[in-house]
């Protein structure tokens, strides 16, 4: 989990965002561009960022799934 949890990292710092959301459609497309073996639909990607406990994860009603890195300084 550590190896996908930093290619979510990268992609997170690559997509430059102001607010640094990104939706979780192109984290998971990004992936398959840094890292062709990983399939997140395979490992559920949703599931891995909250696994992990490192990600805000936000949903409007409706709407689609972003992620950020956690603010704040936790790990």
């Not at 990004?30 to 805000?56: C, E």
Request: charged content about 30%; aromatic content about 4%.
């Amino acid at each position: 989990m550590e190896v996908s949890r930093q290619l979510i990292k990268k992609v997170l710092s690559q997509e430059n965002t102001q607010d640094g959301w990104v939706n979780v459609g192109t984290v998971g497309k990004q992936l398959l561009n840094l890292a062709p073996d990983f399939d997140p639909r395979t490992l559920g990607l949703r599931d891995l960022i909250r696994k992990t406990n490192q990600f805000d994860v936000r949903q409007a009603e409706g709407g689609p799934v972003s992620i950020r890195v956690k603010q704040g300084g936790k790990k």
